[in-house]
């Protein structure tokens, strides 16, 4: 940052100064500065945290519907592939990048790209497997210009290069999960949960004494288990829970 | 970290699917007292209540066969409870805040408890222009106000199955019924854990109950008054009384409602609903007052709260008064029936 700083009214000091700056206006005469980025032909750096075009990666996606409820423009809607993926409308989408940050399994991440360009409303709902790989955007640009700041002068540092547009995916931990009941004593051994599971990870055993069922065994396969919840919420004692397992 | 349990299941008097017990051994046996407990707990929701008998379409083949339903019927092994049963205290009071059917003193103990913080919200059963109950969750006092919510409907309320979705939201909770819903909740408690949130039994002294369209129509046909203009029902003293809109006041004998009696009342003899933490009813008590049976200490607590805060107007009860109708309920429904 350059600070304005109150001018010395002594005169070796101003004459110094008056010096200086005709020593500037000589050399920009001959070879002129920009603090502009003549974009298209340069483009600046972006750094690391741009908030650009979202890229996504279906193989990620637990179809949580997150990115969905969060987005304050409503921007978000979920379409219907082989599993729920989300859409995103550009006409509508405010790159507050919500979405980004709630998915929970780091299936959706950012980009450098800031000039996505359409030729009609329609294209701007973009569905998830346009968003697969950064869109294929027309270059023009011979230079990168990186912004140097140093002691109290900045500048404009140009190389010939192309920026790669792309940012690394964000490392996400996504803990496992597995219901696990909370209060069998409340269990009403309606045996929803097991019928719900998609991955049959609860058991039912039937307990057999002289020939009659006394008791209904419920039990979690662990490794079965993906922590998707179903059951949680079709439990009607609400007495299972996701938990996470190390 | 559980992630194996095991849920028992009642014995199996019958070889049929639980709710089909049910249907032979309660429902089809007259002994239904409609309380809804078991619509409240079926998993599937397939139990149907309101105001015609309990029923489950389609049960042969929707019903899970969890049995929770037999667990929690009041009428199933039944065993009539009689009698003033036991207590702390009984004493007559008026609500100086609220006004009820007697001395509002369900409104006011509901209240106090609240305003404790024994129970976070408490189920009452209101009602609509049409005399239909309505279920209310009152938090507030300034719910009770309304004079729709406080004061008896002598028609059957879902009470039960808002308590139970009551119990899944929060975690302390009252709710107030007769004596057969106090039963139920007491059966609730000790067979699933939810149920123990119910901090608060409030029981209505009881001598019986009616379907709402049966009181409707008897209304209409006999007494050419329509339930939609009116204003309060009451009864006292063996009469049934309506009080119209226009201050009109009808009254008859009881024993006229005799043949809309619904069968399970007709076999139920608990009428100071004896399992409850605190009973209130107007027998016992002078006009505009309640009486109050305290039973347990955490009712005691809210009695001597309200109390000392001076909500209430105290008076004296005449035990007998009480004692002389549990013997009555006694005499005129005997059980096991006598064929
Ligand atoms: C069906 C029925 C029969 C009754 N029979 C007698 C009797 O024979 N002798 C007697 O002394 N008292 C009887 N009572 C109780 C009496 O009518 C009063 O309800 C009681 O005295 C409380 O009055 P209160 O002013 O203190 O209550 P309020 O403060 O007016 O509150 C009334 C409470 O009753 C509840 N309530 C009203 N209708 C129902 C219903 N259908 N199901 C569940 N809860 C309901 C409301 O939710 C509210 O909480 C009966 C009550 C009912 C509901």
């Keep these: 940052m350059i600070r304005v700083e109150k001018v010395e009214l002594n005169l070796v000091e101003s004459l110094k100064r008056h010096v200086e700056a005709l020593g500037e206006a000589f050399k920009q005469a001959i070879k002129p500065d920009r603090v502009t980025i003549e974009y298209p032909r340069e483009r600046r750096r972006y750094p690391l945290s741009f908030r650009g075009f979202i890229i996504f990666n279906s193989e990620k996606c637990v179809s949580c519907f997150r990115c969905a409820q969060i987005c304050p423009a409503n921007a978000i809607q979920m379409e219907a592939h082989s599993k729920p993926y989300p859409s995103i409308d550009y006409t509508k989408c405010i790159f507050c990048h919500f979405c980004i940050e709630s998915c929970p399994t780091g299936s959706l991440n950012s980009s450098k790209i800031h000039d996505v360009a359409f030729r009609k409303m329609e294209e701007m709902v973009v569905s998830a497997n346009m968003m697969v790989k950064l869109p294929r955007i027309l270059k023009e640009e011979k230079f990168t210009v990186d912004v140097i700041v140093k002691d109290k002068y900045w500048k404009l540092l140009r190389k010939k290069e192309m920026d ?7 490392k996400v931990e996504v803990p496992k999960k597995i219901v696990t009941c909370a209060e069998p004593e409340s269990c009403l051994g309606c045996r929803l949960c097991a019928n719900v599971c998609p ?12 020939k009659r069922v006394v008791s209904y065994v419920l039990k979690v396969l662990t490794e079965k288990c993906v922590g998707c919840g179903l059951c949680v919420r079709q439990c009607p004692m609400n007495v299972l829970k996701l938990e996470v397992v190390k | 970290m559980i992630t194996e349990w095991q849920s028992l299941l009642p014995e199996k008097k019958l070889e049929k699917k639980y709710f089909g017990i049910l249907k032979e051994i309660v429902i089809d046996s007259k002994l239904c007292s409609h309380c809804a407990a078991c619509a409240a707990v079926c998993p599937v929701d397939g139990i149907s209540s309101g105001d015609q008998p309990i029923d489950f379409p389609n049960w042969t083949e929707k019903c899970v066969d969890c049995g929770a339903c037999i667990k929690v019927c009041p009428r199933y092994d039944y065993k009539p409870l009689s009698g003033l ?9 008026r609500s100086k805040r609220f006004v009820g059917q007697d001395g509002a003193m369900v409104s006011e103990i509901t209240v106090s408890a609240i305003e ?6 408490a189920i009452f059963a209101g009602r609509s222009e049409d005399w239909s109950t309505k279920i209310v969750t009152i938090k507030s006092p300034e719910q009770l106000k309304n004079r729709k919510v406080t004061g008896t409907k002598y028609s059957y309320a879902d009470v039960l199955i808002a308590l139970k979705e009551a119990v899944l939201r ?15 909740v007491r059966k609730m408690q000790k067979t699933f854990k939810k149920f123990e949130r119910v901090k608060l039994a409030i029981g209505l002294f009881c001598t019986e109950n009616f379907y709402r369209h049966d009181l409707y129509d008897f209304l209409i046909e006999k007494k050419s008054v329509n339930l939609k ?10 009469k049934f009384i309506v009080t119209l809109k226009d201050g009109r006041k009808i009254s008859f004998s009881v024993k006229e409602l005799e043949e809309i009696v619904p069968s399970g009342c007709k ?10 933490d605190v009973s209130v009813g107007s027998v016992g008590s002078e006009e505009g007052f309640s009486t109050v049976v305290v039973r347990s200490e955490a009712a005691k607590i809210v009695a001597d709260y309200l109390k000392e805060k001076g909500y209430a107007e105290i008076s004296q009860t005449s035990v007998d008064a009480i004692k002389k109708l549990c013997d009555y309920k006694v005499k005129i429904h005997p059980y096991p029936k006598k064929s």
């Design chain 1, 164 to 170: 790669d547009l792309s940012i690394p995916p964000i």
């Design chain 1, 199 to 210: 991955r049959e990870a609860i058991t039912v055993k039937e307990i057999e004494v002289a």
């Design chain 2, 85 to 93: 049963g036991d207590y702390i205290e009984i004493f007559s009071g």
């Design chain 2, 116 to 121: 404790m913080g024994l129970i976070e919200a």
């Design chain 2, 170 to 184: 929060y975690n302390s909770v009252g709710f107030v019924g007769t004596p057969c819903m106090i039963s139920a």
């Design chain 2, 229 to 238: 203009n009116v204003v309060k029902t009451d009864i006292k003293k063996g």
């Design chain 2, 267 to 276: 076999v139920c003899q608990d009428f100071s609903a004896v399992e409850s």
